[in-house]
């Protein structure tokens, strides 16, 4: 698909609010859609005017996208507006809703989906985005591949094949891989993390994308890379263990955004970590009630075996620290179900040790409309995660889940500034939403690039 700078009149879009149509066939309701055959022009509902912002408008552009597709059409022409829009929201809006229309993830269909979009054609006078609108495209390119690794199967992704694809589509964009293999992560001292692996026959691999092109102290993002987690002794159900696929979902965006990071050459230092493995089941598992010991010395006792990410994420985060004494880090994670019975599928959940670092990452997820919430950090939900036995455990139980699983991360980062963001809810979409069909959706692709960008030179 090509965006074109080029005052084309062909397929010319109309966008028409709600009640403010004055065609008996249409009634301007949000994403609706309209051709008018002989007139050359099709309307775009944009919904209700009262409540029109940027996030409605590519709501709207993306099912225009959608019904283009459908209707095998391949060109479209855009007018400047008298939208209530920024001029650079209205082209990056189009852009966006239009190019995010196009995914389709089809790699297992034997019948694979065309799309004949081709020409996007936008006003001449409004050419001077054209650098902006490249950049969004390189960035969407890596929320692309995250979506494409979470909705991948686990029979395809698992440790050794997942950093393959980070070696493959980051390595010649400046990006340094690294893949160690079990003795040497043993070497590395990510004990707790092998304890969760060593069930597998897949082995871990722990992935290290060192991204250093400027002067900042390194941003460290790290991702929670289970390729499946089948909750291990503490077993999930058949209907609860069928998405687990997706509970790579952190390392998909952390690899999504190195790749849209280096496309666009920012000049900056990031570093992203993935400690790959699988939580499985066999002869050479982690049981409930083991202890077993991090990297950074403390005890840990295994309360459930399900909850699994915390731990690999708490060798992951440590090595992050020690390595790299980060400016901030940032983990990513489908961490807890208890996110989405707190704030669905809607709103990724925050927990941070430190404010100011929280409000970097919230301006850099609001410049890419995903949403946020924080959750507090409060000193006596933490004590839900101590240990009778151990110096802490794996689960604080059900109440607060969400708070005591980012927590838990919270304990290996020492004092760095570290912002937690449980994805469980938002990576993975059980039903469309937005600019989102059902599966992977590679929020926080974006979130990430704009945070690494405000640290750029
Ligand atoms: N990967 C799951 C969390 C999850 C659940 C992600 C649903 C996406 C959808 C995580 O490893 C997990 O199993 N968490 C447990 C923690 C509990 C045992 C303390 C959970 O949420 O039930
Ligand atoms: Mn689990
Ligand atoms: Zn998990």
Not at 140 to 147: D, H, K, P, S, V
Request: hydrophobic share 35%; net charge negative; with cysteine.
């Amino acid at each position: 698909m090509k965006f074109i700078f080029n005052d084309s009149k062909n397929n010319l879009v109309k966008f028409v609010f709600e009640n403010e149509s004055n065609n008996p066939f249409f009634d301007g309701s949000k994403g609706s859609v309209l051709p008018l055959v002989g007139e050359e022009t099709i309307l775009l509902g944009l919904g209700d005017k009262d409540k029109f912002c940027k996030e409605k408008f590519k709501e709207a552009v993306y099912k225009l996208g959608r019904f283009l597709a459908d209707k095998d059409i391949n060109e479209v022409s855009f007018e400047k507006s008298d939208l209530n829009l920024e001029e650079k929201d209205y082209v990056l809006g189009l852009v966006e809703a239009l190019q995010v229309s196009t995914y389709n993830f089809d790699h297992y269909k034997s019948q694979k989906c065309a799309n004949n979009l081709e020409s996007i054609n936008l006003p001449a006078s409004l050419k001077s985005y054209e650098n902006d609108v490249k950049e969004l495209l390189d960035t969407l390119f890596g929320q692309f591949l995250a979506r494409d690794l979470i909705n991948l199967r686990s029979n395809d992704i698992y440790p050794e094949t997942l950093a393959k694809y980070a070696n493959d589509e980051l390595s010649d964009l400046g990006v340094d891989v690294k893949i160690y293999e079990e003795e040497q992560i043993r070497d590395m001292g990510l004990t707790a993390y092998l304890e969760v692996a060593k069930g597998s026959a897949n082995k871990p691999r722990f992935i290290v994308m060192e991204y250093l092109h400027g002067d900042n102290k390194p941003l460290v993002y790290v991702g929670k890379g289970l390729t499946y987690d089948s909750g291990g002794y503490s077993i999930k159900t058949s209907e609860g263990m069928k998405t687990m696929n997706s509970d790579m979902g952190g390392s998909a965006t952390v690899i999504g955004a190195m790749k849209a990071i280096a496309k666009n050459k920012l000049k900056v230092n990031v570093v992203a970590l993935v400690a790959a493995c699988e939580n499985s089941i066999s002869g050479g598992s982690y049981k409930p009630g083991d202890v077993i010991k991090a990297r950074n010395g403390m005890t840990i006792e295994v309360d459930n075996t399900d909850a699994e990410g915390r731990i690999t994420l708490a060798d992951a985060v440590n090595y992050g620290v020690t390595e790299y004494k980060p400016e901030l880090i940032v983990d990513l994670a489908t961490l807890t179900g208890a996110v989405l019975v707190a704030l669905g599928e809607t709103y990724t959940g925050a927990v941070t040790n430190n404010q100011e670092a929280f409000e970097k990452v919230m301006e850099a997820s609001k410049e890419s409309d995903e949403k946020i919430w924080q959750l507090p950090n409060d000193d006596f939900l933490r004590t839900y995660n101590d240990s009778k036995v151990a110096d802490i455990k794996n689960s604080g139980g059900r109440y607060g889940g969400s708070i005591t699983a980012g927590q838990f991360v919270g304990a290996f980062v020492e004092d760095y500034p570290w912002v937690h963001l449980d994805i469980a809810g938002t990576a993975y979409l059980s039903k469309s939403q937005g600019l989102n069909e059902v599966g992977g959706t590679g929020v926080h692709v974006k979130t990430l690039y704009h945070l690494a960008k405000s640290y750029s030179k």
